[in-house]
C-alpha cells in the first residue's frame, strides 16, 4: 500500500478549513487542519508532510514568517499560500520567500484541487532517491543533511556512514565486525574495540535515536524498523 502523502491545511475560518479538508481527501491523502502558527508549526516539523496549504493573515502571526522559516530549515515540503492579499506584489513577495503557488481568495474549488495536485506530483518527483524520510527524521546523504523535528544536527563522517548502514538495513541486525570493517576503510591496521561502541552512543544522543538503534546483545546493532 502507497504511504499516504499528508497535507496540512493553516486556516482560522472553521467553515472554509472543513471544507477544504472535505474536498481534497482522498484515499491517497492525509489531512491535518490547524488553526493558527503555533500549532501548525507543531503540526510540520514533527511530521514533515508533503503539502502545506496556507492562510497568510493568521491569528497568532503573518502565514509569510512561516514560508520563511520552513525554507531556512531546508524542509522538503510543497507550500501553497492562500489569501485574500491579492495585489501583485504580495503574490511576488510571497513567491520570493519560497512559496510554491498563490491562490487567491476567493477561488474555484476545481482550480485549488488541481493545483495541489500539480504540487504533490512535483513533491514526489524531487525526492532524491538518497533521501530516507522516517517519521520526524529525514536523512539526506547527498547533500549531507540530517534533521530530527525540523532540526538540523550535525554528524561526523563516521557517525554519517554508521547511520547510513543502519537506516539502509533497517530491521536487520549488522554485527559488530561487518560494522568496524566497513567504517573504517581508510586501511588502518588497529581499531579500538570500543571505537564502534562510542560512535553508536553519540549518534544515538545526536539523533535522540535511543529506541531506534537497537543494541542486539551478543550481535551487533540494529535500527528498529517500524510503518513508515
Known sequence: MPKLQQIVIVEDDKDLANGLCKALKDETRSIVSCEDLSSAKDQIFLTNPSLVILDINLPDGNGLDLVKEIRDKCLP??????????????????????????????????????????????????????????????????????????????????????????????????????????????????VDENALSVAVKRLRDKLSARDRIKTVYGLGYMWVKSDE
Request: proline share 2%; glycine share 4%; hydrophobic share 40%.
Open 77 to 190: 515540503v510543497s507550500v501553497i499560500l492562500l489569501s485574500a492579499n491579492d495585489t501583485d506584489s504580495d503574490i511576488v513577495r510571497g513567491l520570493e520567500l519560497g512559496a510554491d503557488d498563490y491562490v487567491t481568495k476567493p477561488f474555484s474549488l476545481s482550480i485549488l484541487r488541481a493545483r495541489v495536485a500539480t504540487q504533490l506530483r512535483k513533491f514526489e518527483s524531487t525526492i532524491p532517491e538518497n533521501v530516507i524520510s522516517i517519521d520526524d527524521y529525514s536523512f539526506d546523504f547527498d547533500r549531507m543533511i540530517f534533521t530530527v523535528s525540523g532540526e538540523e544536527v550535525s554528524l561526523s563522517r563516521i557517525e554519517q556512514r554508521l547511520l547510513k548502514l543502519l537506516v539502509s538495513n533497517r530491521g536487520i541486525t549488522l554485527s559488530r565486525e561487518d560494522l568496524t570493517d566497513r567504517l573504517w576503510t581508510d586501511g588502518a591496521e588497529y
